[in-house]
Nanobody, 126 residues
Framework: VQLVESGGGSVQAGGSLRLSCTAREHTYSRYHMSWFRQLPGKEREGVAGIYNPGGSTYYGDSVKGRFTISQENEQRLYLQMDNLKPEDTATYYC??????????????????????WGQGTQVTVS
């Protein structure tokens, strides 16, 4: 599967952005889907994820109550980011992991398990 992110940009603190990830094939039947973010020189941090089927969600502690992950039509993944803070500045990546490789919802935030990554989209909050 190929993943393509869009929707990044620059916003003032307190503002909102919505990131989109488009898959080149239907994903829900085979993959769990997540968003990660990364700063230069830092490890990728799990932001939010969806456990398929069923759609149970995971959120990193730093974004709970501010970010919302959703999926649509088996080929679109979204990340609605509200009340953005300067510390949310990072490159955001959409990622997919085959369901057989991740069988515990608690592991959605483990970047090392994911095998498919988008190219990333920059989010800057000032």
């Amino acid at each position: 599967v190929q993943l393509v992110e869009s929707g990044g940009g620059s916003v003032q603190a307190g503002g909102s952005l919505r990131l989109s990830c488009t898959a080149r094939e239907h994903t829900y039947s085979r993959y769990h889907m997540s968003w990660f973010r990364q700063l230069p020189g830092k490890e990728r941090e799990g932001v939010a994820g969806i456990y398929n089927p069923g759609g149970s969600t995971y959120y990193g502690d730093s974004v709970k109550g501010r970010f919302t992950i959703s999926q649509e039509n088996e080929q679109r993944l979204y990340l609605q980011m509200d009340n953005l803070k300067p510390e949310d500045t990072a490159t955001y990546y959409c990622a997919a992991v085959e369901r057989r490789r991740l069988t515990n919802k608690q592991d959605l935030g483990r970047a090392e398990l994911y095998t498919v990554w988008g190219q990333g989209t920059q989010v800057t909050v000032s």
